[in-house]
């Protein structure tokens, strides 16, 4: 009976990828990339750890690497066609009143070839290495979370030398664009597409553009965005000051113990509070600045302190604000299994659009666990992909 099940469940597994595969079918013009794309996505989704072209060529018996690095390369196909039906397929599997996360992460590579490669911080080591760049938008409900777009970070360098950007395959029209200006049109696209966000969250990087947070109020999207402690903010007596000051001179009767949700070692405990600011273009709307201070296991631990800008309806409470923050991890979780999981970083491609043909694919199986997974929790029978082959 249990092989049985086993069986049964593989069938259904593998069923379920073919009709997201189906749903891509028209972002190709011919059948053979049309074919190879699924097997790819099966690679993806396979055993090997190692998940580029040779493993993927050999996952799907095929003597060289030639066919799928051809898919990346020259075939006839648009990813922006297949992003556009994985983001459709993420809300309609997670759902309506998500969070949309931005966030980064690197790509370690050798040499100075790959597109937009160079020396740069990530915060996959930690540190300044080779790397290329990548930001990308989540979209997270109760049901789970994936990732629905992608833009690759230009540094000046390449913008400013166009012969080696056309020897990465990068066209004319690609210029430099800042991380946040990135995250600009990756959000106007999933509200264009009607993706039924309730908020916004991000890292420092993107919530110290005031752009971007002038850019979130005007399209009436609610935003929870950390910052660094010396941004300046509007006041409601219509000054200028850094939100480090504001916090510094409240009085401890206005922090609030609040959880920032459930992690690995129970409820995640903060000390929180918030300060009202200048109201925006929306009588409807307010704007806050808010700080998450550590609770000191003892009297010489220090309490360290982190700030957020807010804007959202008036009635906003801080529980709801301190909920959208602290469900920010949950874009790092969606790096950390699509590269683990579904090859994401496993990539042997220099070119710019073969990076954003595997990066989408990969994104478009992370997507596929990630669904399986949230009909799982609605009680129907899950197979562990992870650890099992297609």
């Not at 925006?280 to 003892?298: E, L, Y």
Request: proline share 3%.
């Amino acid at each position: 009976m249990r092989c049985a099940g086993l069986v049964a469940e593989v069938q259904d597994w593998a069923a379920g990828l073919e009709e997201v595969h189906a749903r891509i079918a028209g972002a190709f013009a011919r059948a053979e990339p049309r074919a190879r794309v699924l097997a790819y996505l099966r690679g993806l989704l396979g055993q090997s750890e190692r998940k580029n072209g040779w493993t993927l060529a050999e996952a799907a018996g095929e003597v060289s690497p030639d066919g799928m690095q051809r898919l990346l390369r020259t075939a006839d196909w648009n990813a922006d066609e297949v992003r556009d039906e994985l983001r459709n397929y993420v809300v309609e599997r997670l759902g309506a009143g998500g969070v949309l996360i931005v966030d980064e992460t690197g790509f370690i590579k050798k040499g100075s070839r790959s597109a937009g490669v160079g020396r740069q911080y990530t915060g996959t080591t930690g540190k300044i290495d080779n790397c290329q760049i990548g930001v990308f938008l989540a979209y997270a409900t109760d049901a789970g979370r994936a990732l629905i777009d992608r833009d690759l970070y230009l540094p000046k360098a390449w913008a400013e030398d166009r012969e080696r950007a056309r020897a990465a395959g990068i066209g004319e029209e690609v210029g430099f664009a800042t991380k946040p200006e990135l995250a600009r049109r990756m959000l106007q696209r999933a509200l264009d597409a009607g993706v039924p966000a309730g908020w916004l969250t991000a890292d420092e990087i993107y919530g110290q553009d005031k752009r971007l947070r002038v850019w979130c109020e005007a399209h009436q999207l609610p935003y929870v965005l950390a910052t660094r402690n010396n941004d300046t903010v509007a006041t409601v007596d219509w000054r200028q000051r850094q939100v480090r000051t504001l916090i510094a001179e409240l009085p401890e009767t206005a922090w609030q113990r609040c959880s920032a949700g459930a992690g690995a070692h129970g409820q995640r405990l903060y000390d929180w509070a918030r300060v009202e600011l200048l109201a925006g273009f929306d009588a409807g709307w307010a704007r806050w600045a808010v700080a998450r201070r550590t609770i000191p296991k003892n009297a010489q631990e220090p309490a360290e302190l982190a700030y957020y800008v807010c804007a959202g309806p008036a009635e906003t409470t801080l529980e709801q604000l301190v909920a959208v923050a602290g469900g920010r991890w949950r874009i790092e979780k969606c790096f950390q299994a699509a590269k683990n999981q579904a090859g994401l970083a496993s990539y042997q491609v220099r070119d710019y659009t073969a990076w954003y043909r595997h990066i989408t694919l990969a994104m478009l199986a992370h997507a596929y666990l990630s669904a399986t997974r949230a009909t799982a929790k609605k009680g129907a029978p899950q197979l562990e992909m992870a650890s099992s082959s297609p």
